[in-house]
């Protein structure tokens, strides 16, 4: 079976002006440029290659303003985006994030979904260019809670893939919800900035095929829900 991989920051619906919402994604664009070459340029999606690639993204913050104000303005308070690097199929990176939720079910989010491609994956899918593009969320985003993992590893270990509430690959932990308590030796434990602790189970991709990354990832979720680190980031219906 060839995984699927994805990355996503998840935080409570914060409401802030349409202009920081632009600041916050022309950061994110900047960075996510300086880790990884295919992650620049970026492309309005539609509905064929052709016509998308027709419409790059200028990632400056005066740009996005203004395609948030006139595109993509999801209500009074909200943006939603979506993007694609312009790769070919399976080697490609797509983005989306939504802005300003005022839904207590609901929590903001940036997400992006990996190439599947082997090519890309193994210069993709890898520890040093999703630890740094989990840093960039970080650093943008400010999110509560972020992971990347495989989508069959998170279907397997939740039920409703709900935000916060299991281990991927690597976790992000932001400082608000509580101190990270110590961990299996083999996993690396790294500050991000003031702002919270990126979890890293395993240097190599990390696989559902491989028990002991099932193990390992099973060890570290006991030891942090104990320490009360894994709750939901929003209201569970």
């Not at 740094?132 to 943008?140: F, G, I």
């Not at 976790?171 to 979890?199: F, M, W």
């Amino acid at each position: 079976m060839k995984e699927k991989y994805y990355l996503g920051a998840y935080w409570p619906g914060r409401v802030e002006p349409v202009d920081a919402y632009a600041r916050r994604a022309a950061t994110f664009l900047r960075l996510l440029a300086a880790t990884e070459p295919t992650f620049s340029p970026w492309f309005e999606k539609a509905g064929f290659r052709a016509e998308s690639l027709m419409h790059p993204v200028a990632t400056n913050e005066e740009s996005l303003l203004s395609l948030f104000t006139t595109k993509y303005r999801r209500d009074a308070t909200g943006v939603s985006f979506s993007a694609w690097n312009g790769e070919p199929d399976g080697a490609s990176t797509s983005l989306r994030f939504s802005c300003g939720s005022t839904s207590e079910l609901l929590p903001d989010l940036c997400v992006m979904d990996l190439p599947t491609t082997d090519d890309a994956r193994a210069r993709v899918v890898t520890t040093p260019v999703l630890s740094q593009t989990l840093r960039a969320t970080v650093e943008a985003w400010e999110p509560g809670w972020g992971v990347a993992t495989s989508i069959a590893h998170r279907d397997l270990v939740s039920e409703f893939a709900t935000p916060g509430t299991f281990v991927g690959w690597m976790t992000y932990l932001s400082q608000h919800r509580g101190t990270v308590p110590p961990l299996p030796a083999t996993v690396r434990v790294e500050p991000v900035g003031d702002k919270g602790t990126l979890i890293i189970l395993t240097p190599e991709r990390f696989t559902v095929s491989n028990p002991e990354h099932m193990a390992l990832a099973e060890a570290v979720r006991e030891q942090l829900d104990r320490a009360g680190l894994l709750k939901p980031l929003v209201t569970q219906v």
